[in-house]
């Protein structure tokens, strides 16, 4: 499906200021590190949705790149992160079969750890919540439950992406409370192990949300809002990056290594100007349906 000249022009844009927030960042590293300044570590949470088999060797070139340029880690990692390193960590959504063909042979040939977020209900079946057929990934069947006992090991984790891949701020919280619970128990019974993480289907999510996440025993969360992560070794709510693999060597370098954590304060920025030109009661109700939800529209995201 060709990619709209708007669509190129707004991802050159996003590239471009990415570069100079990148840039900037290094030279502060740098001249700390000339004046003998001690600095914490970071860490980039990347997320992935699938592999398909054209795009494997561009797959394992970024699994070279990210052992060159950083220290892996796992997403559920509760150790503080190494003073002066960047660490990232691999996880994918919504666990489509080219993840366990494509993807995670080249993982485990470089001892890469990784987390897959599933979506209990469409286990074995196609992704009923993609709604384009010329969408990529409308014909890619989720892993089946037997594919996913046989992945699970010291390498590959398991997460729970939802029953059924709603939007949950916009189900009442009773239903919502089910999509989290049910998800968690289905998994836990068929890994026979604790399932503690959890990602947020569209990103969608907010405080109230975040809570029920806690109350329904999950131990860290994770959005697709890009950003540093894992500074806090009890951090519960983990931003992550989304990468591709058909993204460019400098694309993905930058996100890697936290080019694009500028994009959550251009997203509230613009979030605040688009409410000043909304009638006040649309305004407040926009507010509480979308606290914290990744703007579909926003570049990079998927």
């Not at 029920?212 to 959005?223: A, D, H, I, M, P």
Request: aromatic letters at 8%; one cysteine or more; glycine letters at 6%.
């Amino acid at each position: 499906m060709p990619v709209p000249h708007r669509t190129q022009f707004k991802r050159f844009v996003v590239l471009s200021i990415s570069v100079l927030y990148f840039g900037c960042s290094r030279l502060r590293r740098n001249i700390r590190r000339w004046l003998r300044l001690d600095f914490p570590g970071t860490c980039v949470v990347l997320y992935y949705h699938g592999v398909a088999s054209a795009h494997r060797a561009r797959f394992a070139r970024q699994m070279d790149m990210l052992l060159r340029d950083a220290k892996l880690v796992r997403a559920d990692r509760e150790a503080s992160l190494d003073r002066g390193v960047h660490h990232a960590a691999v996880t994918f959504d919504d666990g489509y079969r080219n993840v366990i063909e494509n993807a995670l042979p080249e993982l485990q040939t470089r001892g890469i750890p990784s987390t897959v977020f599933v979506i209990t209900a469409a286990l074995g079946r196609y992704p009923n919540w993609l709604t384009d057929p010329r969408d990529p990934a409308h014909k890619e069947r989720v892993m089946s439950p037997d594919d996913l006992t046989q992945m699970a090991s010291e390498l590959v984790a398991v997460g729970s992406h939802t029953t059924t891949h709603r939007v949950l701020p916009n189900l009442a919280r009773d239903d919502a409370r089910r999509e989290l619970m049910e998800s968690r128990a289905k998994l836990e019974k068929m890994l026979d192990k604790p399932v503690t993480l959890f990602s947020f289907p569209y990103g969608a999510f907010n405080h109230d949300l975040v809570e029920l996440c806690r109350e329904s025993g999950y131990q860290r969360v994770f959005t697709i809002l890009p950003g540093l992560a894992l500074s806090d070794p009890h951090e519960f709510v983990s931003p992550r990056v989304s990468v591709d693999p058909t993204d460019s060597p400098l694309e993905f370098r930058l996100k890697l290594m936290g080019g694009y954590g500028w994009l959550p304060l251009a997203f509230a920025l613009k979030s605040k100007v688009r409410s000043l030109f909304r009638p006040s009661k649309k305004r407040v109700a926009t507010s509480r349906s979308s606290a914290g939800r990744q703007p579909s529209s926003a570049p990079g995201v998927q």
